[in-house]
């Protein structure tokens, strides 16, 4: 969907829509899209500044391989968001200049408008966790062996290294 500038410029544009899986690519081979993509909100051009402004509420299952022990882990998320984007070009200098403590949340925007599924996409992907683990108490995969210790102790033993130090061992 297409957030079109000049028909903000008459009225504040509301959308209610829903993406399947497989609609929108977030160029992460690990990371799926396991429920459609629902979005609610509204976008609005403000005044003189032609900045515009994107409110709504999105909800979905995300998958990925948990990052301890490669099994599937899922996300869900259920958040609102409120963005704020400015013409390209607008307030671009070329010398320092001090942020002002909102002006690091601002976007910008090229053309007529903006496409739903870039923001989306961008939001999806801010929202889910760094460490993407199957869950809190995961132990991961044996590093020797490679079992799933989830499932049951090995019964390696596994001994830290420091390689640093291993030349010294040669003296």
Not at 95 to 102: A, F, K, V, W
């Amino acid at each position: 969907m297409f957030l079109n500038k000049q028909e903000m410029e008459l009225r504040k544009l509301r959308f209610e829509t829903a993406y399947p899986p497989g609609e929108i690519e977030f160029f992460d081979n690990q990371l799926r899209q396991a429920t459609a993509l629902e979005v609610i909100g509204t976008a609005e051009l403000l005044g003189a500044t032609q900045e515009i402004r994107i409110q709504g509420h999105m909800k979905v299952r995300m998958e990925s391989e948990c990052d301890r022990c490669l099994e599937t882990a899922s996300f869900e998320i259920d958040s609102g968001f409120d963005l704020f984007y400015r013409p390209e070009g607008t307030g671009i200098r070329s010398e320092e200049i001090e942020l002002e403590e909102g002006e690091t949340e601002i976007g910008y925007y090229s053309g007529e408008g903006l496409e739903l599924k870039e923001i989306l996409r961008e939001q999806v992907l801010l929202t889910l966790p760094m460490q993407r683990v199957c869950r809190e108490d995961c132990k991961g995969i044996c590093p020797a062996c490679g079992n799933d210790r989830n499932d049951g102790d090995c019964g390696c033993v596994t001994k830290l290294s420091d390689d640093r130090w291993a030349a010294l061992k040669n003296l």
